[in-house]
């Protein structure tokens, strides 16, 4: 089946930890895109990559950090600097065909102790 | 500046009624709308779109209106049913050739309850 895998779905962390959020999708799209969602915020977006081996910053990319070193993968890394990582995450994928609508993952909670 | 609003954060309908979502965009540039509907804790799922060439578009019971001089758009859903109770997004997706080609700028959603 075609799709997106995020994991993990539930992550829990301590203050001052680093956690990586995975993100694969099998689809063969180009782009890959992450969220953040909080509550009465809509979708923002946190990081973009286009292209394997490229990436933009989006809306709200401080305290984050991406890679994308093949194309069926895109990582999300909340650093320590993130100064309200509780959130709920959501990784994206699209080609640029038609309406270029995303096909989102399940999400990953994240929770910070 | 948030160049995507929906600012009805909830709307409540009866089953069977039509529920009509609102969505007010600020930036001309964008080439294409979409709704999308989500479930708590789950990602979301695409509704249907319409592309900035085009007034209106049908897909069963969801039909999106774009009114490009008043930069709104809404999406109709009739009938209602309880099924349909979740949280929409509008979004909008940058023009290609522009930097923001791709991605998607989103509302901050609706949340729709249809009652039985």
């Known amino acids: 089946d075609g799709g997106i895998t995020q994991s993990p779905k539930y992550l829990f962390r301590k203050e001052g930890q680093n956690v990586t959020l995975s993100c694969e999708q099998n689809?063969?799209?180009?782009?890959m895109y992450w969220y953040r969602q909080d509550p009465g915020q809509g979708l923002r977006l946190i990081y973009y990559?286009?292209?394997?081996?490229?990436?933009q910053k989006g809306d709200i990319a401080e305290g984050y950090s991406v890679s994308r070193e093949k194309k069926e993968s895109f990582p999300l890394t909340v650093t320590s600097a993130q100064k309200n990582p509780t959130a709920f995450y959501l990784c994206?994928?699209?080609?640029?065909?038609?309406?270029?609508?995303?096909?989102f993952g399940e999400g990953s909670r994240l929770t910070v102790l | 500046d948030q160049q995507v609003k929906q600012n009805s954060p909830s709307l409540s309908v009866q089953e069977g009624r039509i529920s009509i979502l609102n969505c007010d965009y600020t930036?001309?540039?964008?080439?294409?709308f979409l709704w999308y509907k989500k479930y708590p804790a789950e990602g979301p799922t695409f509704l249907i779109s319409i592309s900035s060439i085009k007034d209106k578009n049908e897909d069963g019971r969801f039909t999106v209106f774009l009114n490009k001089s008043a930069k709104h758009l809404s999406l109709h859903i009739v009938p209602s049913q309880p099924g349909d109770s979740a949280v929409y997004f509008c979004?909008?997706?940058?023009?290609?050739?522009?930097?923001?080609?791709?991605?998607?700028?989103f509302g901050q959603g609706t949340i729709l309850t249809v009652h039985p």
């Open positions: 689809l063969n799209h180009d782009a």
């Open positions: 930036n001309s540039m964008f080439d294409y």
């Open positions: 979004a909008a997706r940058g023009e290609a050739g522009g930097t923001s080609y791709g991605k998607l700028t």
């Open positions: 990559s286009q292209i394997v081996n490229d990436f």
């Open positions: 994206a994928s699209s080609t640029y065909r038609g309406s270029g609508e995303l096909f």
